[in-house]
């Protein structure tokens, strides 16, 4: 009977829970003779719940499209996929660390990080928002010329991961880049970041957020050092040439 009621008590049913132990307590057989019935009706409701719940954050990560870690092809690719089935469980969220998948166009970068968000909100239960970089950069320049600046980042700030896809690949404003800055600065330590870059990251950082006021390389760190630079120190540049030359992928965290 005590885990009936506890069932009850997480399905929020409170009400429920109490008048199920009160009738237990006047009439144990009757309630004995329809326990398997209750039974069958808490796991129909908690499975119902369940599917309802990641379709509703399948449809607010907004993927562009489906993708899964099945459908990959890894013997195509230079990724570790042992690393990639790691970050798969999310654990990292956890503790709002970043990872960042570095390679040229047509490498799975996309694929592999929406694979992620899917499995976060299909088999972990995670609230995920994915991006591409131009259009969360669109949409932090219209927030703050309808004089809303701070709520898409209050709103993310609640999420458990956000994908920020193709950073560099379309080009955006200084006062973009700021924005974007700001908005990274502000989820640090709070949401994890999925980021995937180009092989020209260097260039793509020079151009957008190197001429912040505020910040030199040394401000940029402050997010970026765990987000992208320590990611690429482990990287010589014969490995990232090599990586490149097969159109490869460096997954880091």
């Given at each position: 009977?005590?885990?009936?009621?506890?069932?009850l008590?997480?399905?929020k049913?409170?009400g429920?829970?109490?008048s199920?132990?009160?009738?237990?307590?006047?009439?144990?057989?009757?309630?004995?003779a329809?326990?398997?019935?209750i039974?069958?009706?808490?796991?129909a409701e908690?499975?119902?719940?369940?599917?309802?719940?990641?379709?509703?954050?399948m449809?607010?990560?907004?993927?562009?499209v489906?993708?899964?870690?099945?459908s990959?092809?890894?013997s195509?690719?230079?990724?570790?996929?042992?690393?990639?089935?790691q970050?798969s469980?999310?654990?990292?969220?956890?503790?709002?660390?970043?990872?960042?998948?570095?390679?040229?166009?047509?490498?799975?970068?996309?694929?592999l990080a929406?694979a992620?968000?899917?499995a976060?909100i299909?088999?972990?239960?995670?609230?995920?928002?994915f991006f591409?970089?131009?259009?969360?950069?669109?949409?932090?320049e219209?927030?703050?010329?309808a004089?809303?600046q701070g709520?898409?980042?209050?709103?993310?700030?609640?999420?458990?991961?956000v994908?920020l896809?193709?950073l560099?690949?379309?080009?955006?404003?200084q006062a973009?880049?700021?924005?974007?800055?700001?908005?990274l600065?502000?989820l640090?330590?709070?949401?994890?970041?999925?980021?995937?870059?180009?092989?020209?990251?260097?260039?793509?950082?020079?151009q957008h957020?190197?001429q912040?006021p505020?910040?030199?390389?040394?401000g940029?760190?402050?997010?970026?050092?765990?987000?992208?630079?320590?990611s690429?120190?482990s990287l010589?540049?014969s490995?990232a040439?090599?990586?490149s030359s097969?159109?490869?992928?460096s997954?880091s965290?």
């Amino acid at each position: 009977m005590s885990d009936i009621i506890t069932a009850l008590k997480a399905l929020k049913l409170h009400g429920m829970a109490a008048s199920y132990a009160e009738l237990a307590a006047q009439d144990t057989a009757a309630i004995a003779a329809s326990e398997w019935l209750i039974r069958h009706l808490l796991e129909a409701e908690s499975t119902d719940r369940a599917i309802r719940s990641i379709g509703y954050q399948m449809h607010a990560a907004k993927f562009p499209v489906h993708r899964d870690l099945a459908s990959f092809d890894f013997s195509q690719s230079v990724v570790a996929r042992t690393q990639i089935e790691q970050l798969s469980d999310l654990s990292f969220t956890k503790a709002a660390h970043n990872a960042v998948f570095i390679g040229g166009t047509g490498t799975g970068k996309t694929h592999l990080a929406t694979a992620l968000g899917v499995a976060g909100i299909c088999q972990h239960g995670k609230r995920v928002r994915f991006f591409s970089t131009i259009e969360l950069v669109n949409a932090l320049e219209l927030e703050k010329a309808a004089g809303k600046q701070g709520r898409l980042a209050f709103s993310l700030g609640h999420m458990d991961l956000v994908i920020l896809d193709e950073l560099g690949y379309l080009p955006f404003s200084q006062a973009g880049g700021a924005l974007l800055f700001h908005l990274l600065s502000k989820l640090y330590e709070r949401t994890s970041v999925v980021i995937t870059i180009m092989w020209n990251w260097r260039n793509i950082f020079r151009q957008h957020f190197l001429q912040l006021p505020h910040a030199g390389l040394s401000g940029v760190g402050v997010v970026f050092n765990r987000v992208i630079s320590r990611s690429m120190a482990s990287l010589s540049p014969s490995t990232a040439a090599r990586s490149s030359s097969v159109r490869g992928i460096s997954c880091s965290m």
